[in-house]
Structures are given as structure tokens and as C-alpha cells.
């Protein structure tokens, strides 16, 4: 058996670890206790990242010419978040690429670019705000983590600057394409090639999507400052910025499923430097794995039943491989 096939158990057992460590029944009364007027507004705040994240990756669509009405695009997100909760780095919403087809007439590769693309800026966005609140904040948490985070920003810019020009990246891939591509999918992998350099948008535009990234973390992390506050955690929100996205790049690792467990960890470490009680933070978690990760993907569930018993196997735009 390979390793990865462990990968999904990995994250429940860290989980499972802390849960029992901390004491189920103590976890159990801090929920009960919970603030439910502030759990509201988080819920509120939960619901409107699902449209920010609905914008950050049909804005990209519009420019590579990908016309899609809002709705539409909504409920694509919707199912292919639930692919992405219950997968490591949510590779799972690629599966977004295969529901685009009806508005790329049937071409795949336009999708799997918009993936790839909105990957990229999801990415760089988090870093950038890593940087700038771990700065803020590193005489507290430490000066190590800013710096090291300068690192991967740094690395991360150079990548996409050398990657950018379409004749350098092939020059840089063709060792690799020639030695370690099996045969049988070189052609594939070509074509995917050109298509994502085809399908690259001008640069004018990447400013604006860095921006609607950046504002989708910032009001998903919303949803969860309120979550703590509904529980009792009394930090600042700059501070709460300066945390949650280290949890969550630690959380991108791809050997867990939604980097659940790993991003727990790596939370209750850090906001015991503010005095925030493990309890508070499991807590704090727990429920925004209810409200942001559960409750969604029963949505997406519905969905995609509806749309198998609609088509019962015929094409159908919402359908994968229609």
C-alpha cells in the first residue's frame, strides 16, 4: 500500500489526538456556551466567502473569454468546493474544469488554466498577507516566521517571473519533458502547454486579481475571527491576521484532507502566545469545519444528486464528462 493512500487518515488521527488530549467533554461545553447572536455573523461572513470565492475565479473566466452568468458559476463553485474539502491542498477543485466545458465549447484545457491560474493568485495573495501581518507582529510571534515567509514570497514571485515567458519555461521543462514524461502522455502535456500560454491573461488584470483574492481571506478569516469571538477569544484582528494564514499555508501540505488536523496543530501553538486556551481554539475550528466545510458540502451533495437524476446519463452541462 503507498504512502499516500495514509494521507486521509494522517489528519483525523492528529485530530483525533488533540480532541482526546484536550478532553472531548470540555470542547463539548465550550460549544454549548457558544455566543449565538456573533456565531451569526460568522455564518454570514461564511456565506459571503462562497461569493468572493465564486468571484475570484469567474473574474479570471470572463477574461480568458469564458462567458458564464454569476449563478452558474456559483453552483460550479459550490460542488467543486465539496471536491476540494475532502482532498489535500483541495486539489479536488479542478473538477471545476470538466462543468466549464459547456462554456468552452467543449474544451477542457480553458478550465483546468482557470485552476491553475486562480491556484497561483490564491496562493501568492496568502503569502503576501503572511508577510505583511508577521511583520507587524514579529517581535510577538517571531521574527523567524517573517522572514521565512519573505523567502517564500520571494521564491514564489521569481517562479512566476521566470515561468511567465512561455519560450524560457519551455527551455526550462524540456529536460524533464524529454526524460521523465512517459510517451504515451507527451502530447497530452504539449497541448496543455500552448493552451495555458494561449489562455494567459494580460498582465493589466493581475493586480485586480490579487486584490479579490486577498479580500476573499480576509473575509474567510472574518467568519472565523467571529467564530472566536462567539467562543470567548478576545485577540485582536490584526493579530488573528498575522496567525490564520500560517495555519493555512501549513494546511496547503498536501498530506492531509483539507489540511485538517496539521492546521489545528499549528493554531493552537501559535495563539497560546496570545494566552487563547486550547479548548477555545479546537473549539474555534471545529465549527468552522462545520459551517465552512460540512454544511457546504451537504449543499454540493444535493446538488450534484439533482443534476445525476435530471440527466440519468444523458449530457448535461453540470454533468462531469458531459
Known amino acids: 500500500m503507498k504512502l499516500k493512500q495514509f ?5 483525523v488521527a492528529i485530530l ?20 449565538l447572536p456573533l456565531f451569526s455573523v460568522a455564518v454570514f461572513f461564511t456565506f459571503l466567502s462562497l461569493v468572493t470565492q465564486t468571484a475570484k475565479w469567474s473574474v479570471i473566466a470572463k477574461v480568458q473569454g469564458i462567458k458564464i452568468r454569476f449563478l452558474e458559476a ?3 463553485n459550490i460542488i ?20 466549464l466545458k459547456k ?24 503569502i503576501a498577507i503572511v508577510v505583511i501581518f508577521s511583520f507587524v507582529f514579529k517581535d510577538i510571534i517571531s521574527v523567524n516566521y517573517f522572514y521565512f515567509s519573505l523567502l517564500i514570497l520571494a521564491v514564489f514571485i521569481t517562479a512566476i517571473i521566470i515561468f511567465k515567458n512561455e519560450e524560457r519555461s519551455k527551455n526550462i521543462l524540456k529536460v524533464f519533458y524529454r526524460y521523465l514524461i512517459p510517451k504515451k502522455i507527451k502530447e497530452r502535456l504539449k497541448d496543455k502547454f500552448y493552451s495555458f500560454y494561449r489562455n494567459l491573461p494580460q498582465k493589466r488584470y493581475y493586480l485586480l486579481f490579487l486584490m479579490i483574492n486577498m479580500i476573499n481571506w480576509i473575509i474567510i478569516y472574518l467568519s472565523i475571527y467571529f467564530i472566536g469571538l462567539s467562543l470567548g477569544i478576545r485577540i485582536s484582528f490584526l493579530i488573528f491576521l498575522a496567525i490564520m494564514p500560517i495555519a493555512t499555508l501549513i494546511g496547503y ?6 489540511g485538517i488536523g496539521t492546521r489545528e496543530a499549528v493554531l493552537i501553538g501559535l495563539m497560546s502566545l496570545f494566552a487563547v486556551e486550547s479548548t477555545k481554539v479546537l473549539s474555534m475550528s471545529l465549527l468552522n469545519i462545520l459551517i465552512g466545510g460540512i454544511i457546504p458540502s451537504i449543499i454540493a451533495i444535493f446538488l450534484i444528486i439533482k443534476i445525476r437524476n435530471k440527466t440519468d446519463g444523458k449530457t448535461n452541462p453540470y454533468y462531469p464528462g458531459a
Do not use: C, H, M
Open 103 to 126: 462554456y468552452t465549447g467543449g474544451d477542457l484545457n480553458p478550465g483546468i488554466n482557470n485552476f491553475i491560474l486562480d491556484k497561483i493568485f490564491d496562493l501568492l495573495s496568502l
Open 7 to 11: 494521507f486521509p487518515i494522517i489528519g
Open 80 to 99: 467543486s468546493y465539496f471536491y476540494g474539502f475532502i482532498t489535500p491542498a483541495k486539489i479536488g477543485n479542478i473538477i471545476r474544469a470538466d462543468y
Open 74 to 76: 456559483f453552483k460550479i
Open 253 to 258: 501540505i498536501p498530506i492531509t484532507v483539507s
Open 16 to 35: 483525533i489526538y488533540i480532541i482526546i488530549r484536550i478532553e472531548p467533554q470540555r470542547i463539548i461545553e465550550e460549544i454549548k456556551g457558544v455566543n
